[in-house]
Each structure stands twice: as structure tokens, then as C-alpha cells.
């Protein structure tokens, strides 16, 4: 079988993973309409290229929080890796390692914390956390990951509740069966893991709550999951550092815009006082490109990492990165662009379609 594109590795892991790994990765709430809407609306943005600029030298290199990364094309937070890999979270960090982007480690990594950073020490990592109600258990949690070197924390917001998965839900999956499933890692994180299932997310968390975290940490704090102007003007009112447009792949609510319809306000009401990112839906160099037009500073994969993950490990992390890189460079080339800064909303145009 030949990779040439992520949907090779996405049909490979399909046929190689049990059906009910393949469904919790696969899966989105509901009628998993704005899981596919992530992607088609990709689909509706058309880009408008500018030739007869020297385009010999293209360099796709950015900045994120002031770390410079190879790409702008980092790893989404995603739980579980070993239920795609044996050493899972291991495999994940050396491949962004080697690609030289950031890995955003979830809360709900199945390797510890202290052997992602074993397996790969030079790599650039944020840490993901939900507001947990017992949130002694929070301050524990980024104390450990500030002291292991983890540059920034990305606070999801969009889980006050697990969203409804079909399919989990007929597959018998959950949250508790896998972090007790005995062939998967989860070493020592088993107690945290305890206290996850009695009470995994506080939905009682507000806006007000943010100054606890800040107050308990010197990270730049991201949140995740705003899809709103309103969202994105009391971010700026609280000073969190980033936003990141998401709407968990379609996993939560269902029925939301798709991330890139909702780029455009977050942006505009941020007006620059922060980087946006915006994850959901990138399967293309060319959706990169048009993420970044619409002003998102970088973006993040999940599903197709751990498609990555299922076919290859390690290397297919790379291989999934790398194909990506590689798109990226050659849209910026085809569209005239030189580098990341001379990207501009002038580059697309929504089709009427
Ligand atoms: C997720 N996502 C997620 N988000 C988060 O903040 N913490 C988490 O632990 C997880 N876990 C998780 C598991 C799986 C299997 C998936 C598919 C997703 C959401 C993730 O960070 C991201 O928002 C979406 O996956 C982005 O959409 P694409 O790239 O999968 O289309």
C-alpha cells in the first residue's frame, strides 16, 4: 500500500483497527453533521492565486506563543493514543519531535507524562486540561507538567459534558471502560484516572473560575473550543494568551458551524490581541492555506495523527506530518506565496455552491 495523502492512511488504519477503536476515533455527536461539515465546508472556500511573483524560495516556517516551529501544522490534543499503538503518546511525541511542531498532550494520554517527555525531550509540548471539579487534582496535574518543561496549557472548554456518541454508545465504549481496560498503558495515571471517572469535567466552570488557573501558573493559558465573537471578546477581557476555533471534530454538540465558518468572527473579534489556531477538518495542504488566510496563525490535527499512529507508529506520525509539509509547501508555491506572512484573506473566496 502507498501513502500519498492522509485519506490513504485513513482508509488503511479503517481496515486495520477493531471496529469499535475505529468508531470512538471516527466518531462524532449525534447525526456527526458538523464532523463532515468540518471538512465539506473546506470544500465551499475556493482560492484565488496570484502568479508571476518569484516563488523560487518558499519557506513555510512559523511561530506559535514566540517558539518557532518547521510548519504551521501541529498535533490537536487526543486521548488514548494506545489504542491505536502499543507505546502510543511515546510514538506521537518523537514523530512532532522530529517534524520539529508542537504536540498538544491530552489530559487523557495513555503513556505518562514523564515518559512522553523521556521519549522525546527536545520537543516542543502544550499541555491540554479540562476544569476538573476536584481541582486540587488540576494544580497537582500543571505543577507536574510545568515542572516537566510543557510550554503552555490549553484549557478545552467545550466538554461540560461528554457529547453523544452513537456509536460508543452501541459499541458499549466509554470513558471508564478504556482507562480500565488492562492491555492498555495508563501506569500510574490510574488514580487521576479514578477520580476522572467519578467526576470527569466540572460543568459549573465560568469565566470567573479562569483566575484560579491563572493565578496558579506562569504557562500561557490557550483556550479551546470558542466558536462565537461573544466567546472571543471575554477571552480577550480575561488576557488568555491564544484561542483555538474548535468544536472537538464534531464530537460535542452537534449542529455547530464548522471551525473554518467560524474562523472569520473569532478572528475579527480578537482584532490581533492574540494568535488564533483553529483545528477540524485539515486534510489538505490547500485547507492549511485556507486556514491561514482566514487568519488562523496554525492549526492542529487529531484524527488524522492517530491514523498516523494505527498504520505506522512513530513513522507514520511522520509520514502524515511530512505529506502535510510537503502539500503545504507546493499550495503555497502554486498560490504565489513566499512564506507564511504573505498569506492574505485576498487568497480565497467563498463559492456560491
Ligand atoms: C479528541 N479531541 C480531544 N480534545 C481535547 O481537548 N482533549 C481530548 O482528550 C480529546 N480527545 C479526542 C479523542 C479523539 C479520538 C478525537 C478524534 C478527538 C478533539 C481534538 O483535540 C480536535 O479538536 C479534533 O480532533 C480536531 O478535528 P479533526 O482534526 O479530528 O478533524
Known amino acids: 500500500m502507498s501513502f500519498v495523502c492522509l485519506a490513504d492512511f ?12 475505529w468508531d470512538f476515533i471516527d466518531g462524532g455527536a449525534d447525526d456527526c453533521f458538523t464532523r463532515d461539515d468540518n471538512i465539506a465546508a473546506f470544500k465551499r472556500i475556493r482560492l484565488r492565486p496570484r502568479f508571476l511573483r518569484d516563488v523560487s524560495q518558499v519557506d513555510i516556517k512559523t511561530t506559535i506563543q514566540g517558539e518557532q516551529i518547521s510548519a504551521p501544522i501541529c498535533i490537536a490534543p487526543t486521548g488514548f493514543h494506545s489504542l491505536a499503538w502499543p507505546d502510543g503518546e511515546m510514538s506521537t511525541a518523537r514523530a512532532a519531535q522530529a517534524a520539529d511542531i508542537c504536540y498538544i498532550t491530552s489530559t487523557f494520554a495513555s503513556c505518562t507524562f514523564e ?3 523521556t521519549a522525546a525531550p527536545r520537543g516542543l509540548r502544550w499541555f491540554q486540561v479540562y476544569p476538573y471539579p476536584n481541582r486540587e487534582l488540576n494544580k497537582q496535574l500543571i505543577q507536574r507538567v510545568e515542572s516537566l518543561g510543557f510550554k503552555a496549557l490549553v484549557m478545552t472548554l467545550d466538554v461540560p459534558t461528554s457529547g453523544n456518541r452513537r456509536q460508543d454508545t452501541r459499541n458499549k465504549l466509554d470513558l471508564k471502560t478504556i482507562l480500565l481496560r ?29 483566575s484560579w488557573f491563572q493565578g496558579i501558573t506562569q504557562l500561557p493559558i490557550i483556550l479551546k473550543g470558542i466558536l462565537t465573537k461573544e466567546d472571543a471578546e471575554l477571552a480577550v477581557k480575561h488576557n488568555v494568551q491564544g484561542i483555538i476555533v474548535s468544536n ?34 485539515i486534510r489538505s495542504g490547500n485547507d492549511v492555506l485556507k486556514a491561514l488566510a482566514l487568519g488562523a496563525k496554525c492549526v492542529f490535527l487529531g484524527r488524522p495523527i492517530l491514523w498516523g499512529l494505527a498504520c505506522k507508529g512513530e513513522q507514520g506520525v511522520q509520514e502524515v506530518l511530512n505529506i502535510l509539509k510537503k502539500e503545504l509547501h507546493t499550495s503555497l508555491t502554486l498560490a504565489g506565496c513566499r512564506s507564511v506572512a504573505e498569506i492574505s484573506q485576498d487568497l480565497v473566496q467563498f463559492s456560491r455552491l
Open 10 to 21: 485513513q482508509a488503511h488504519a479503517r481496515e486495520h483497527l477493531s471496529k469499535s477503536t
Open 115 to 117: 515518559e512522553i517527555v
Open 182 to 210: 488492562k492491555d492498555l498503558r495508563f501506569p500510574e495515571e490510574r488514580h487521576i484516572a479514578s477520580d476522572l471517572q467519578m467526576s470527569p469535567f466540572d460543568a459549573s466552570f465560568c469565566w470567573k473560575d479562569l
Open 248 to 281: 472537538h471534530g464534531g464530537r460535542q454538540l452537534d449542529d455547530v458551524a464548522a471551525s473554518i465558518d467560524a474562523l472569520t468572527e473569532v478572528v475579527t473579534a480578537v482584532q490581533g490581541k492574540m494568535e488564533v489556531y483553529l483545528d477540524g477538518g
